[in-house]
Nanobody, 125 residues
């Protein structure tokens, strides 16, 4: 199971750190992705990370502002969000899958089989 947390209401230019807590002894072997869905829009991928954190990938819209990381000892994955913009307002979800990636990539939601409940991020201008 996955549970995202850390969302909230933030002013533009501010920062947030989202957390994704996972249960299960094999989580450290899973790829993990962060996704977001704004009202009236499709869910989009934001960032992904390989099982050991050795490779990460970001959507063009967030490069340089978002950082994905993980702590396998704690079964946690994080998304540091800096320089927040109004366009970042969305529900953020974490997802995981047991498939192996040597290199992280930006891909579709279909590659992730396990999803948690989202956390709302609202950016005020």
């Amino acid at each position: 199971q996955l549970q995202a947390s850390g969302g909230g209401l933030v002013q533009a230019g501010g920062s947030l750190r989202l957390s994704c807590a996972a249960s299960g002894r094999t989580f450290s072997q899973y790829i993990v992705g962060w996704f977001r869905q704004a009202p009236g829009k499709e869910r989009e991928i934001v960032a992904t990370i390989t099982w050991n954190g050795g490779s990460t990938a970001y959507a063009d819209s967030v490069k340089g502002r978002f950082t994905i990381s993980r702590d396998n000892a704690k079964n946690m994955v994080y998304l540091q969000i800096n320089s927040l913009k109004a366009g970042d307002t969305a529900v953020y979800y974490c997802a995981a899958d047991s498939r192996f990636w040597a290199v992280a990539r930006i891909t579709s939601t279909a590659e992730f089989g396990s999803w948690g409940q989202g956390t709302q991020v609202t950016v005020s201008s």
